[in-house]
């Protein structure tokens, strides 16, 4: 690493790494400077100008967000001329800004609003009248733009540009007539829009799915790990009363790097807890006591009740469970280990395949230092969204990307795309291989055989879609080891989707293996696969934190705790084990994945229920 | 099994085959494609006539961005056009000094001529009139306007302005064979003579209209300073010898050229020369003189640049209304390749170079040298914050140079006169060799005037090159470096003409672009009249700038109209101090002189226009 320097800020000695921005310097000696562009994850830019601080013998006040300390550095934050021009940037910031607070989202956990209250001059001077703009602008079904409320700090946009990489969030117009927005006509369509919310220091940038649903000092914080796939990102999950209201990224920074994905932040919010089980709206639907049907309908029952139903149609003939790969371990080891012992005939498995042929060897921040990316057939961008992130962190870095595909979501940043059909991946990954071998191949794959020779670490990753394919997981290994991903610092395997799919092969045993489905079950308890499945004709059995389905087949419905409102650890797919914590409210009714399946196994054994 | 390549669908259907072809031609020019994007989108506009979003996003696709990407750039630059204009876009200049050299007076004759207002088009179609505050390098022969892609000059009177209406509305464009361009009065100003022997070197052919073939510049001794570098210096020596000869770069910042080129690491890998022809300072002109007449000297001088620096790529970033400017260079290099002078083994050596001309498209933040590296990687053109500098990381992020124009210029005569020619030349030899200064304002004879640096006064140049204010009127004051430094008033003009001179002044010298403000001019309405230019301007990165230039045009327009107070005007001093030093370019700071320097020379100008006793309205100086 750097050599570090002693720098000197307000009088205290500190001794930072070289190439450490003054900003970050001040912080580690507990001396906040403002900012409002500036953001760790992003690059250096300089736009807003809050933070200018006094370096001796420099002439002019320089931006602590883009100045790295330097050897014998002294540094003055608090001077006269200092506090003078974050009193004027702050006056320049508010001349436009429409101080709607009461009526903000951002309202009371806002950057602007801070700075303004401890930095601010308190009055304005301004007599013309303000920039005005529509409010509440939609951009995408996801987020809303206030151009009014904008400060023009640019992390948005930066964060399309440099971390994404998609452009799908711009600066338009020039001047002070500058906005935030998209090509007329089209939406803001990214994966990661709601990152740019996150970002945002004001309430320009606003999700609909929490829009005045709540203020910040209503909600109750969480720390738990994503339910959308199985990179495992960190999340705070934000509930006030008890219903969660919205989920944003807790930095991990060996694992999401602080970002997250929309499938995560939007799509696997629980739905509220429902009581209107024959509504057409699903989000009215979901449980909140257990159900069973009675003269044709379902009715509210006891919890023993229900489960001792739930076991009896459970030991018929040609019965099944399908099991989610969003489990908790806890509850994947209890499966694996007691399911089976009690429902002896039952075909148990889950909902989707859990185990990789191929599990993943490496870490996922090591993708960031490799040099070469061979992709088959993975397309991180749609499956596992984060890890693109990871991807493009590497190719900033000047790593070669090679994808082998039907589909690749990264091709604007691959240096060769070979786009083949399914069927003919292990065509195109043997004609790889014979490439980097050194044998005779299309000019194409020769030419990404080239890009993938160069030196230092390699990754391969290997689709979930083709892991039933024998012939290319063999051959992606081969890749792997001929390029050395296999090796230190390489990343290589087939990373499954499930949230909890590693968790379930390392913990449930046999069962992990089985398709639950194949022997064509007439009863079936779906447990925690959201949508729910059924058995059309024959009789379901549901455990589910989504919503009651409207299928007449459906006999027992049993509350489940969403994973954002459960305890218990999740597996990712490098094999990191990483703690949910439990909100706090929930009704006692509403158990946790753990819970309901040992008071299913219990009631199955004894026709009562016993607390696990 | 197929290696993919975006395979635009959308395009098709809005873009002809040749359009298409000739943006695919674009990507496929430079290193990276996205510098094709500005390019496409103009030749996109070229064909349709404006950059409805559909367009924008089949240009998106071909250069392989996002849509938004694409229109990030088609509302920044003025050039772009979101709405379909009339067949000819006539924009008048009503910026200082053209505004009071008859630009008002011009765009009100217009509309009476046309029978529309500025912002309107004529019922047929035929002509879109717009009020522009952008200069556009013809202030020496103001008032003018830019008619389609060229200027029409010196529109002096009404038979002038009548006589381009009729052109107008027969569907034509005024312009004397062989150029775009077209000056009603092409020899009004009788050439200069001064009071000491000087023999020219940037401009040697004064008056002279069109471009030095590659025949006639080697038969005046050209291309002789780039074969000696090539055959007898290695890169060092020629670096060495311009540090030796104090060349200071011209386009303002007055930096050392040869120890801008040390910087360059030595170390192998791509390393660009950017020759900065983004000349849109009010009151700067040389650059497209030097472009337009002497293509072969800049040309010459970017060959011994590049060999210096170990640059094999040179890219020439013209200002987008330069269209002429820009045909001519581009003319000159195919003559020069042609030759064997550039390209492939120049001069017979083993040094191989490229130069690529690449047209902005109407921003003034693209003559800041990192905006423009942005603008030239098809992004928004907003300055870099430094480190790292462009020498260490510039163009593609590779080390790269940028001079101006007329920097580059003097590189030829100094590997071949020798740094001690240079050096002596004018009396600091610190700051010394030959300098082009731009006369234009209220003077008899407003033009180019290379001279040695330092070697007159304002006064002196104003006399002897200018033949004197027109007119015969009173100075109040000359704004030296376009309307970006302080306004040097009437007391302190026997300044010399040197970096060191006019800062004693009170001033900078900048690009030496002298704007002569006579005495009738009101200083209220000069001062909004610029900062509606930094306002326009601005990029919008940073906050002082961004918010401030607007506000205190704003004030400044409320003053004007004589709805302003005293305190206003303390005010505007406590802005531009927030403003002053507080942001990453130099804009911000420019952006205050105007108001500033006014406020301090003629600040009773000012209470007087708070009190609703404006001055007598004497803006337009010419009949």
């Not at chain 2, 099994?1 to 959308?10: G, K, Y």
């Amino acid at each position: 690493m750097s050599a570090p320097v002693v720098v000197k800020i307000d009088g205290r000695e500190l001794s930072v790494p070289t190439g450490t921005l003054l900003v970050e310097a001040a912080k580690q000696a507990g001396i906040e400077i403002p900012v409002f562009c500036h953001h760790e994850k992003l690059k250096p830019v300089g736009a807003c100008r809050m933070c200018v601080v006094e370096v001796e013998r420099v002439p002019r006040l320089q931006t602590a967000c883009t100045t790295p300390v330097a050897k014998d550095m002294v540094v003055h934050t608090d001077t006269k001329a200092v506090l003078e021009a974050r009193e004027a940037v702050l006056e320049m910031l508010l001349v436009n800004h429409p101080l709607d607070c009461p009526i903000c989202d951002k309202g009371g956990e806002c950057p602007l609003q801070d700075n303004t209250f401890r930095h601010g001059a308190g009055v304005s001077r301004r007599t013309e009248p303000k920039r005005a703009n529509a409010k509440a602008l939609p951009l995408s079904e996801l987020i809303v733009l206030d151009r009014e409320r904008c400060i023009l700090c640019y992390r948005c946009t930066r964060f399309h540009d440099e971390i994404a990489g998609d452009g799908a969030l711009v600066a338009l117009e020039r001047g002070g007539t500058s906005e935030i927005g998209v090509l007329p006509g089209t939406t803001y369509d990214s994966p990661f829009s709601g990152n740019t919310v996150e970002l945002c220091p004001v309430g320009a940038l606003t999700s609909r799915q929490y829009r005045f649903r709540a203020r910040p000092w209503e909600l109750e914080t969480t720390p738990s790990v994503c339910c959308g796939c199985s990179v495992g990102c960190n999340v705070r999950v934000d509930a006030r009363h008890g219903s969660v209201l919205r989920v944003m990224g807790r930095t991990n920074d060996a694992i999401d790097d602080g970002w997250l994905c929309d499938r995560g932040r939007y799509a696997s919010l629980p739905l509220p807890l429902g009581a209107e089980f024959a509504s057409p709206d699903p989000a009215a639907r979901r449980p909140r006591w257990p159900l069973q049907r009675i003269d044709g309908q379902l009715q509210r029952v006891p919890f023993d009740r229900a489960l001792v139903r739930a076991a009896e149609l459970l030991r018929r003939p040609k019965a099944a469970v399908a099991l989610s790969p969003s489990l908790t371990n806890e509850a994947m080891q209890l499966a694996g280990r007691e399911l089976r012992a009690v429902f002896a005939n039952a075909a148990i498995g889950f909902a989707e395949s859990v185990v990789s042929p191929w599990p993943v060897l490496g870490r996922i921040r090591d993708l960031a230092a490799c040099r070469r990316v061979l992709d088959l057939g993975c397309d991180p961008w749609h499956e596992l969204p984060v890890l693109a992130l990871w991807l493009r962190k590497a190719i900033a870095a000047g790593a070669a990307l090679v994808a082998i595909g039907p589909r690749n979501g990264l091709a604007r940043d691959s240096k060769h795309w070979l786009k083949v059909a399914p069927a003919a991946m292990a065509d195109a990954a043997a004609e790889l291989l014979r490439a980097l071998e050194g044998k005779d191949a299309a000019p194409a794959v020769k030419a990404a055989a080239a890009s993938l020779r160069a030196d230092g670490p390699a990754a391969v990753l290997l689709g979930a879609s083709f892991v039933h394919d024998a012939r290319l997981t063999a051959l992606a290994r081969q890749l792997a080891k001929a390029l050395g991903a296999d090796g230190p610092g390489g990343f290589a395997g087939a990373p499954m989707r499930g949230a909890n799919a590693r968790g379930a092969a390392e913990l449930a045993g046999t069962i992990a293996a089985t398709d639950p489905l194949a022997g064509r079950p007439e009863v079936l308890l779906s447990f925690g696969c959201e949508p729910a499945l059924l058995v059309p004709g024959g009789s379901s059995i549901v455990a589910t934190s989504g919503a009651v389905p409207m299928d007449p087949c459906v006999e027992v419905v049993l509350p489940l705790a969403h994973p954002y409102e459960a305890d218990g650890h999740f597996t990712n797919l490098e094999g990191t084990v990483q703690r949910l914590e439990r909100t706090q409210r929930r009704p006692a009714d509403v158990s946790t994945d753990c819970d309901l399946l040992s008071a299913l196994i219990a009631a199955a054994r004894s026709g009562q229920r016993v607390h696990a | 099994m197929i290696d993919s390549v975006p395979q635009p669908a959308a395009g098709e259907a809005l873009l002809s085959a040749a359009c298409r072809e000739a943006i695919l031609a674009e990507r496929a020019r430079y290193p990276h494609p996205r510098s094709a994007l500005l390019p496409a989108l103009k030749l996109a506009q070229a064909e349709v006539g404006y950059l409805p979003p559909a367009v924008v996003a089949a240009v998106a696709e071909f250069v392989g961005v996002s849509g938004a990407q694409a229109q990030e750039l088609t509302t920044f630059y003025s050039m772009l056009h979101r709405a379909p204009t009339g067949k000819k876009l006539v924009q008048v200049c009503t910026q200082v000094p053209c505004g009071y050299m008859g630009g008002d007076r011009l765009l009100a004759r217009l509309e009476k001529a046309l029978g529309i207002k500025a912002g309107e088009t004529t019922a047929d179609g035929a002509v879109t009139l717009e009020r522009t505050v952008e200069c556009m390098g013809a202030c020496h022969r103001a008032p003018m306007c830019r008619v389609g892609d060229g200027f029409v000059e010196n529109l002096r009177t009404e038979a002038d302005v009548a006589g381009l209406a009729t052109t107008l509305r027969a569907g034509s464009v005024p312009a004397t064979p062989g150029t775009r361009n077209h000056d009603c009065h092409p020899d009004v100003a009788p050439p200069s003579k001064l009071p000491f022997a000087y023999e020219r070197v940037l401009l040697p052919h004064q008056g002279r209209r069109t471009r030095v073939s590659l025949a006639e510049y080697r038969a005046e001794g050209g291309y002789q300073g780039l074969d000696r570098a090539l055959k007898q210096l290695t890169p060092a020596q020629v670096i060495d010898e311009v540090k030796q000869s104090n060349l200071r770069g011209r386009g303002g910042a007055a930096f050392s050229t040869g120890m801008k080129w040390g910087f360059v690491p030595k170390t192998p890998g791509p390393k660009y020369l950017v020759v900065n022809a983004d000349e849109s300072e009010p009151g700067t002109f040389k650059d497209r003189e030097l472009m337009e007449v002497e293509a072969h000297l800049l040309l010459e001088g970017i060959a011994i640049a590049s060999y210096a620096i170990g640059c094999r790529e040179a890219f020439v970033y013209i200002r987008g209304e330069y269209v002429e400017a820009g045909e001519r260079l581009r003319d000159a290099i195919a003559e020069a390749k042609a030759a064997g002078v550039l390209g492939r083994g120049v001069l017979g050596s083993s040094f191989d170079l490229e130069v690529h001309v690449f047209l902005g498209a109407g921003a003034y933040i693209c003559g800041e040298e990192t905006a423009l590296l942005e603008s030239l990687e098809g992004r928004r053109p907003m300055p870099r914050s430094r480190p790292p500098f462009p020498a260490v990381a510039g163009l593609y992020g590779k080390p790269t140079v940028v001079n101006n124009v007329e920097t580059i210029a003097n590189v030829p005569h100094i590997i071949k006169r020798g740094a001690a020619w240079f050096r002596a030349l004018g009396p600091n030899e610190k700051s010394a060799g030959p300098k082009i200064y731009c006369l234009s304002g209220a003077v008899n004879r407003p033009g180019n005037y290379e001279l040695p640096l330092g070697s007159m006064t304002f006064r002196e140049l104003i006399e002897h090159c200018g033949g004197g204010v027109s007119g015969g009127r009173g100075i109040k004051g000359v704004l030296p470096a376009g309307i970006s430094a302080p306004i040097v008033p009437a007391s302190k003009l026997d300044a010399k003409l040197d970096y060191e001179g006019v800062q004693a002044a009170g001033s900078m010298l900048g690009s030496a672009s002298l704007i002569v403000v006579p005495n009738d001019v009101d200083m209220v309405r000069a001062a909004t009249r610029m900062l509606e230019f930094f306002r326009h301007e601005s990029c919008g990165k940073c906050t002082p700038c961004r918010e401030g230039t607007a506000w205190l045009h704003e004030i400044l327009k409320r003053i004007e109209s004589g709805s302003g107070n005293t305190a206003d005007l303390d005010l505007l001093l406590s802005l531009s101090k927030g403003i002053t030093g507080k942001v990453l370019c130099a804009l911000g700071d420019f952006a205050t002189s105007p108001v500033t320097a006014a406020l301090q020379h003629f600040r009773d100008e000012f209470v007087a226009a708070c009190s609703g006793r404006g001055a007598a309205d004497n803006w337009s100086l010419r009949p």
